[in-house]
């Protein structure tokens, strides 16, 4: 009997443990927050760049001003980024090796050339054809599908739910905006008139009142120079909490089954 339950002691302990890091794990996906920051520069051309980063970045999913591909880290080490070089380097030798000036394809090379004359004959016949029946399948634009969207949006039954998705999209960006930014941009399109009016659709953006930014208008000459950097940090438990509020809300609930009813 000793012996068993010293067994059972020990199975109890570990189930603790386990219980006590799934808990752990849980709290710090939850209240941990996603940390990031965004770069953008405009001359010429627009190049982008953006960090995420978790728990003292122990996940980390950044993409450079000069990259093009997003790279993941995991406890500072690069995942999935060597491979793919070792593959295109494979791909790029094998090609090289079998392709057409290769001295044991010379032969190949022209029965490909003489079979390519014969697909590209095809291919323009299937294309003929396709435009064909495109042009035939033309319909004509009708409003009914607005008119429906707008008599589904002026229901009374859905106007309640609509003004609450409303006041959650409205925090939602609220919470999203970042804490810190800076910048400039100057920008011209080389008429005063459309300068002006885009300086009009500018100043309706709350983000150019932010402290640090500055916004300066070109009428003279076309020009864009921006340099604007940006950093915030988000909970998941602010969107665990925003679903759980609109599940357990009788308005909106009944505006999503509306809408599933609708489509």
């Known amino acids: 009997m000793t012996v068993l339950l010293a067994i059972l002691k020990v199975i109890g302990m570990i189930l603790l443990v386990f219980l006590g890091l799934l808990v752990f794990v849980c709290a710090a996906v939850l209240f941990i927050p996603v940390r990031y920051s965004v770069s953008c520069i405009a001359d ?14 122990v996940v980390k999913l ?27 380097k494979k791909k790029e030798k094998e090609k090289d090796e079998s392709g057409p000036g290769a001295p ?34 033309k319909k004509s ?14 229901d009374d039954d859905n106007k309640q739910g609509i003004q609450k998705i409303k006041k959650e999209l409205f925090f939602l960006f609220r919470y999203l905006k970042p ?12 008429d005063p008139c ?13 983000a150019a009142y932010t402290e640090g930014v500055r916004i300066v208008p070109d009428f003279s000459e076309k020009e864009l120079d921006a340099e604007i ?18 599940y357990m809300d009788a308005d909106m ?11």
């Not at 394809?105 to 294309?127: C, P």
Request: hydrophobic share 35%; glycine share 12%.
């Open 104 to 137: 044991g394809n010379l032969e190949d090379s022209d029965d490909l050339d003489s079979t390519a004359g014969h697909s590209g004959k095809r291919e323009d016949t299937g294309h003929q054809k396709t435009g064909k029946k495109k042009k035939t399948h």
């Open 179 to 190: 804490s810190y930014v800076r910048g400039h941009v100057i920008f011209g399109t080389g």
């Open 194 to 206: 459309t300068t002006g009016w885009a300086l009009g659709m500018i100043s309706l953006i709350p």
């Open 141 to 154: 634009f009708s409003f009914e599908g607005i008119s429906s969207i707008i008599s589904f949006i002026r």
């Open 229 to 246: 950097h940006a950093k915030g940090k988000v909970h998941l438990f602010y969107f665990l909490r925003m679903l759980f509020r609109g």
């Open 253 to 263: 609930k009944a505006l999503i089954s509306n809408v599933f009813n609708f489509v």
């Open 62 to 88: 950044q993409k450079g001003m000069s990259e093009q591909e997003v790279q993941l880290s995991l406890f500072g080490w690069k995942i999935g980024k060597k491979k793919k070089r070792k593959k295109t």
């Open 44 to 57: 010429g051309s627009v190049s982008l760049g953006f960090t995420a980063s978790w728990c003292l970045r």
